[in-house]
């Protein structure tokens, strides 16, 4: 491959395409337009690095470690993948009915934030302690499962 070849393969990249749009469609200069390039690779790496599984969401949560009470907009963000449909949801659903669906994907949902260095609700529900089963109208029915999760979780 000669040198204008490669010079060709290098104009047709994405990253290329990207800078000539900024070039002539904002008017910055090579440098400029090559900087917010990458500045905004980097942006994507460290907020959009994973990919996303079936049934899940990317969202931007409070990273862990920050304190209680901080205001979020003064709050160190992640990006985390949450799974909104797994295939448990539909077997807790048939068996222990729509308020045990909703506790258990509210834990799965907080679990899997705190893995991924985030947490996903500031507000506290995340704590599994401040549940009170006798609070659903089928709490009674749900205690034992609830319980087993729990202990699931911590172990």
Same mark, same amino acid.
């Given at each position: 491959?000669?040198?204008?070849? /490669?010079?060709? /393969? *290098?104009?047709?990249? %994405?990253? &290329?395409?990207?800078?000539? %749009?900024?070039?002539?469609?904002?008017?910055?200069?090579?440098?400029? @337009?090559? @900087?917010?390039?990458?500045?905004?690779? /980097?942006?994507?790496? #460290?907020?959009?690095?994973?990919?996303?599984?079936p049934g899940q969401i990317t969202k931007t949560?409070? !990273?862990?470690?920050? +304190? !209680?009470? =901080? +205001?979020? $907009?003064?709050?160190?963000? *992640?990006? *985390?993948?949450?799974?909104?449909?797994? %295939?448990?949801?539909?077997?807790?659903? &048939? =068996?222990?009915?729509? @308020? !045990?669906?909703?506790?258990?994907?509210?834990?799965?949902?907080?679990?899997? @934030?705190?893995? &991924?260095g985030g947490v996903s609700d500031p507000g506290?529900?995340?704590? +599994?302690?401040?549940?009170? +089963?006798?609070?659903?109208?089928?709490?009674r029915r749900l205690r034992n499962f609830i *319980?087993?999760?729990? #202990? $699931?979780?911590?172990?």
């Amino acid at each position: 491959m000669n040198q204008e070849e /490669l010079e060709r /393969l *290098v104009n047709k990249s %994405d990253r &290329q395409l990207f800078i000539n %749009d900024l070039n002539t469609g904002f008017g910055l200069s090579q440098v400029e @337009a090559e @900087a917010l390039y990458d500045r905004i690779t /980097l942006f994507n790496r #460290d907020y959009y690095n994973s990919s996303r599984g079936p049934g899940q969401i990317t969202k931007t949560v409070v !990273a862990l470690g920050e +304190p !209680a009470g =901080k +205001p979020i $907009k003064y709050c160190r963000m *992640v990006s *985390v993948n949450l799974t909104i449909l797994h %295939d448990e949801d539909i077997e807790i659903r &048939q =068996k222990y009915g729509i @308020a !045990a669906e909703r506790r258990n994907k509210e834990l799965r949902l907080c679990d899997e @934030a705190i893995d &991924q260095g985030g947490v996903s609700d500031p507000g506290g529900s995340c704590n +599994p302690s401040r549940y009170k +089963p006798e609070h659903d109208k089928e709490g009674r029915r749900l205690r034992n499962f609830i *319980v087993s999760f729990i #202990d $699931k979780i911590k172990s």
